[in-house]
């Protein structure tokens, strides 16, 4: 959680550098501005639901949150925060 001295001062981009399909066969990354924290914890949740595929899904219903196979359940993902001064 960051503190900004003045909250216009401090945003969060949500990073996607995987490939996704565009229209016309396009590929890509995406990169998606926050303007707030609230914002920012709204787009992790959405953008998360949107990677799950029907059998992580299906995985995650089944299972409850075990640490000793972090490796392999679709609820976890890398994240990095940095800040510029």
């Given at each position: 959680r960051l503190t900004p001295l003045h909250s216009s001062q401090?945003?969060?981009?949500?990073?996607?550098?995987?490939p996704f399909q565009h229209e016309g066969n396009k590929q890509g990354g995406a990169r998606i501005r926050c303007k707030d924290a609230e914002t920012l914890a709204?787009?992790?949740?959405?953008y998360s639901s949107a990677k799950l595929t029907s059998s992580d899904i299906d995985f995650v219903d089944r299972n409850e949150w075990d640490e000793n196979m972090c490796d392999f359940d679709p609820r976890v993902f890398q994240s990095f925060v940095w800040a510029e001064k």
């Open positions: 401090v945003w969060y981009d949500l990073i996607d550098s995987l709204t787009c992790i949740r959405w």
